[in-house]
C-alpha cells in the first residue's frame, strides 16, 4: 500500500521512508552559509560550546540539536548544512562535559533537563530566530528534545528509539553498557576510543562477568540516610519510592551528589544510571532519569511540543517508545495529544533491524534514522509550521515479511484483536485452550552456561542486532520450544505480545525469558521479539518478592509488541529459558546469599488448571 501525502502534494512518504536522499531542491549554496562557533552559559555558570548555521535570509526557522557524541561529526554537519542550505538556522551544541563544551568530566543525564531549558532560552533570544523551533536526533540526542520540549518556544521535536522512561526492565542491560561507559564524553577513566572498538575490546570481560546475586533489598546508603533521617523507619520499599520523590524536586546540582552518595562512585555513567533501582526501586527506569518524574501524567502535560515519533521494531527501548506514546495520548494537552505522531520502522537500535529479504527492499537496509531522511524532516516541519497534519495518518509501522508500510489511526491499530496460542504437551502451541491433566516440562537453568543471546533488540557491534535465526540456540537442553502447526495461510499479528506463564523454580530467586520466532519452511527460527522477567520483580507495584521453591506461580511475561506476516506454511514459536546474555546480566540464582551461582530446575506448566499462553493481537482476527 502506499500512504497519501500530507499535505496532497506529490513528496511520498513511503518513498521518504525507503529511500534515504535528499530530494528538495537547495535555495543556497553552502558557500553561502556562515558558521559560528559560540560558548551557550547555563544557569549555573557552566558554558557550552555551539556551532551555528545561518543562511542568507534571516530570520529564519531553527533547527536545533545537543548531543555527548561530538557536535563536529561530519554526518552531523553535514546534516546542519543541508538544512541551512534549505533556508534553516541550525544550532548544535555538544552536551555538559562532553566535546568542547565545560567542565573536564560528564554526569550522565544529571543536568540535561535544566541546560536543555537554558539552550531553548538562549536560542529564542537571538535575533536570526523567527518564532519556529524544531529538533530532530536519536538515543541520548532523542531524550535531550523530551528536556527542551517543556519549553513553551519549542515548536516540534523528533526523538527517535527514545523515550520518557515510562517502561521498566525487571533486569540490567549488560552488553555494551560497560564499553560505553568508557567510551564517550569526558572524565579520567574514560579513554579515546570508539564504543564500537570499545565493545570489541572488553568482549572477554563482557563474558566473563554479569552475575547478578543482590539481596532484595540493598541498604539505602549512610550519607543518604543522614540526609533524609526521615526514611530510617520506613519500610525498605517505601523508603525508596519517597525517596525518588525527594530526588525528583532537586536540581541537577544536588542530583548528583546524592546518586555519587547512594552509589559511593566518584561519577555517573551509564551503569550507574542501570544501576539506581536499587536505590530507588524497580519502577524507575533507565530513561527516566532524563526529566525525573514521580507523576508521569503531569510530566506528559508538560510537553510543550509535539512529537513525530520513531522507533523500531528491533530497538532495545521499544517498550518505553511505545509506552510514552500511550501516556501522550492519554494525559497530554489536546494540542500535543492530536499533533503527535508515530513511526515505526524495521530497524534495530542505530542499524538495520529485519534483515530477511533486505538484498530485494530497500526499506530494509537502512537504520532509519531521521538525519539519513532529511526529507521526511523537511517534510514534518513544513508541516508543522502549516499546521496540515489532517492527511498524516497518526501511526504508520512496517509490516514485516510483507514489506509494506501501513497506515493506522491508533496503537495498536484498533481493527486487531487479541488471541491467545496456549502451551500444550509435546512442544505444541495451538489456539485450543488445555483440558484436564498435562505433566509438566522442565529444564536446568545454569548461570555458569547461560542461553546466550542471538541477535533481536540489543545494541551491539559485536553481535549482530535484529532477525537473526535463533534455532541453534533453541536446540540446547536448557531451552523449551512449542511451536504451531504451519499455517494455511498468511496471518498478520500486529500489536502487542504478552506471555503468561505458569512457572515454578528450585531457587528463590531466577529469571525467565520468552521469545516469539517466525518459522520458515526451510526450519529457520527469525527471532521477532523477546524479553525477560526477573522473579523478584514479578510485581513491581507492590515490590521485590522471593519465590517460594517448588510454588506454581502466574508470571506475565511483557514480549512488547511486534508487526509480521506468517507467510503460509511458516509456523509461529514461543521458546522459554532462564537468561538472554549478555544482553542482560545473569541472575546467579542465589537470592543474595554469598557463595558460587547455583543451578535451577525450571518447570513450566500447561494444563487446564495452569494455562500458559502467548496472547497476540491478529489483524484480521483469526489464526487458522
Known amino acids: 500500500m502506499r500512504l497519501r501525502d500530507v499535505a496532497g502534494l506529490s513528496v511520498d512518504i513511503e518513498r521518504c521512508l525507503t529511500y534515504p536522499q535528499i530530494t528538495a531542491n537547495a535555495l543556497f549554496d553552502s558557500a553561502k552559509i556562515e558558521q559560528l562557533t559560540v560558548q551557550v552559559t547555563m544557569r549555573d555558570g557552566t558554558r557550552l560550546t555551539t556551532d551555528v548555521y545561518l543562511p542568507p535570509q534571516l530570520p529564519a526557522p531553527v533547527l536545533v540539536r545537543r548531543t555527548p557524541y561530538g557536535r563536529a561529526d561530519p554526518k552531523v554537519v553535514d546534516s546542519f548544512m543541508a538544512f541551512a542550505q534549505r533556508g534553516y538556522v541550525g544550532v548544535s551544541q555538544d552536551c555538559r562535559g562532553t566535546g568542547d563544551s565545560e567542565p573536564d568530566s560528564w554526569d550522565y543525564y544529571i543536568y540535561e533537563a535544566e541546560d536543555g531549558i537554558d539552550f531553548i532560552d538562549w536560542v529564542a533570544h537571538q535575533s536570526w530566530y523567527n518564532g519556529f523551533i524544531g529538533s530532530f536526533g536519536s538515543s541520548y540526542v532523542g531524550q535531550m528534545q523530551w528536556c527542551m520540549a517543556r519549553h513553551p518556544c519549542m515548536s516540534t521535536v523528533v526523538p527517535e528509539v527514545s523515550g520518557l522512561g515510562f517502561a521498566v526492565n525487571s533486569a540490567r542491560l549488560h552488553m555494551f553498557c560497560n564499553a560505553y561507559a568508557t567510551s564517550v564524553g569526558k572524565g579520567a577513566h574514560r579513554l579515546s576510543i570508539s564504543y564500537d572498538e570499545r565493545e570489541r575490546q572488553m568482549l572477554g570481560e563482557t563474558l566473563a562477568t554479569g552475575y547478578f546475586n543482590e539481596p532484595l533489598h540493598v541498604p539505602i546508603a549512610e550519607p543518604v540516610l543522614a540526609r533524609y533521617p526521615e526514611l530510617r523507619d520506613l519500610p525498605p520499599a517505601e523508603a525508596k519510592r519517597r525517596l525518588w520523590q525527594h530526588y525528583c524536586e532537586l536540581p541537577g546540582s544536588a542530583r548528583a551528589p546524592l546518586i555519587k552518595q547512594a552509589l559511593q562512585v566518584t561519577s555517573i ?356
Open 269 to 624: 555513567g551509564i551503569q550507574e544510571i542501570e544501576a539506581l533501582p536499587s536505590v530507588f526501586g524497580q519502577h524507575v527506569s533507565h530513561d527516566a532519569h532524563t526529566i525525573p518524574h514521580s507523576r508521569p501524567d503531569a510530566l506528559c502535560r508538560s510537553i510543550n511540543a509535539p512529537a513525530l515519533m520513531i522507533t523500531g521494531w528491533y530497538d532495545w527501548a521499544l517498550n518505553d517508545a511505545l509506552a510514552t506514546w500511550s501516556f501522550l495520548q492519554r494525559a497530554a494537552r489536546e494540542s500535543i495529544r492530536t499533533r503527535s505522531r508515530l513511526i515505526i520502522t524495521p530497524s534495530a537500535h542505530n542499524v538495520p533491524g529485519y534483515h530477511e529479504g533486505a538484498s530485494d527492499h530497500p526499506a530494509l537496509q537502512h537504520n532509519h534514522r531521521a538525519a539519513n531522511h532529511l526529507d521526511l524532516l523537511l517534510r514534518w516541519y513544513d508541516t508543522i509550521q502549516r499546521d496540515a497534519l489532517a492527511d498524516w495518518p497518526t501511526v504508520i509501522y512496517y509490516l514485516m515479511a510483507a514489506n509494506e508500510w501501513h497506515a493506522a489511526a491508533a496503537w495498536p491499530p484498533p481493527e486487531a484483536r487479541m488471541c491467545s496460542l496456549y502451551l500444550a504437551a509435546g512442544g505444541r502451541l495451538t489456539s485450543a485452550a488445555p483440558v484436564g491433566t498435562s505433566r509438566a516440562d522442565t529444564y536446568i537453568y545454569d548461570p555458569d552456561d547461560p542461553t546466550p543471546t542471538v541477535g533481536g533488540s540489543i545494541v551491539s557491534y559485536v553481535y549482530r542486532p535484529g532477525s537473526v535465526d535463533v534455532s541453534v540456540v533453541q536446540s540446547r537442553p536448557d531451552v523449551l520450544t512449542y511451536t504451531t502447526e504451519p499455517f494455511v495461510r498468511p496471518v498478520d499479528v500486529v500489536g502487542p505480545l504478552r506471555l503468561v506463564l505458569y512457572a515454578s523454580s528450585s531457587v528463590r530467586d531466577t529469571d525467565f525469558c520468552a521469545r516469539v520466532s517466525d518459522v520458515f519452511a526451510d526450519g529457520r527460527a527469525i527471532q521477532l521479539q523477546s524479553a525477560l522477567l526477573r522473579t523478584r520483580h514479578r510485581d513491581v507495584e507492590r515490590g521485590p518478592a522471593w519465590l517460594e521453591p517448588g510454588r506454581i506461580y502466574c508470571l506475565e511475561i511483557d514480549l512488547w509488541a511486534t508487526a509480521n506476516r506468517f507467510m503460509a506454511g511458516h509456523r509461529l514459536r514461543v521458546d522459554i529459558c532462564s537468561a538472554d546474555f549478555p544482553k542482560f546480566d545473569r541472575n546467579s540464582n542465589c537470592a543474595g546469599a554469598p557463595g558460587p551461582a547455583i543451578r535451577a530446575t525450571q518447570k513450566i506448566y500447561h494444563d487446564s488448571q495452569y494455562p500458559s499462553h502467548l496472547l497476540l493481537s491478529i489483524l484480521d482476527g483469526s489464526l487458522t
